[in-house]
């Protein structure tokens, strides 16, 4: 039998993104991660409906060389440790690697379905980027756009716009908690 999941982008949907300019950027170490408000929450309430909870990330300034690799594992782990995750996914790639797993294309959210035995159709991608929802659409999921109203492109299509992952929770779980919207 499939299970559902909830894909889940890291910077500006679990923790702070940092904002210069009016576009988010990643926390650069352990020492700049902030969980954000309600995610302990929202992510409990996903789990408590059975939902798998799966953070899928682009952290291409790894292969740029701004940051290292190791600072993003420490961020990774501490994320798993703190909350109820249960796997992070990473593309380190830049656009010009033309991977098949950097957000928009769907390649993470492909591979944690073959792994986890998930049904995209039954699951949700919660992201704040353009990328996070052309992903979760290219995987059959449906979408919730939480809108920080940054400075970028905007995604072009999205199933739900929330302010907030708990907003994003309290949708999902609302239809009669059957975590099927």
Request: charged share 30%; proline share 5%.
């Given at each position: ?7 889940l982008?890291?910077?500006?949907t ?5 904002v ?5 950027y990643?926390?650069?170490n352990?020492?700049?991660l902030e969980i954000?408000?309600g ?10 409906k059975g939902f ?7 952290q ?6 701004v ?11 501490a994320?798993l440790?703190?909350?109820p ?13 033309h991977?098949?797993?950097?957000k ?12 986890w035995?998930?049904k995209?159709?039954?699951s ?7 990328r ?5 659409l290219?995987?059959?999921?449906r979408t919730?756009?939480?809108?920080y109203?940054y400075?970028?492109k905007r995604p072009?299509m999205y199933?739900?716009q929330?302010?907030t992952?708990?907003?994003?929770a309290?949708l ?10």
């Amino acid at each position: 039998m499939s299970r559902r999941a909830i894909f889940l982008d890291r910077d500006g949907t679990i923790n702070k993104a940092i904002v210069r300019g009016g576009k988010p950027y990643p926390p650069e170490n352990l020492t700049q991660l902030e969980i954000l408000p309600g995610v302990r929450e929202a992510l409990t309430i996903f789990k408590q409906k059975g939902f798998l909870l799966i953070v899928v990330t682009n952290q291409p300034d790894v292969g740029r060389g701004v940051f290292k690799r190791s600072d993003v594992d420490a961020v990774h782990a501490a994320l798993l440790e703190r909350l109820p995750i249960d796997e992070v996914m990473t593309c380190f790639h830049d656009n010009r690697d033309h991977c098949r797993c950097r957000k928009p294309k769907p390649g993470m959210l492909l591979a944690a379905a073959e792994k986890w035995d998930i049904k995209l159709t039954a699951s949700y991608m919660i992201g704040d980027r353009w990328r996070d929802m052309a992903a979760g659409l290219s995987a059959g999921c449906r979408t919730i756009f939480i809108d920080y109203g940054y400075d970028e492109k905007r995604p072009e299509m999205y199933d739900y716009q929330v302010k907030t992952l708990l907003e994003a929770a309290t949708l999902i779980c609302n239809d009669r908690g059957e975590g099927n919207i």
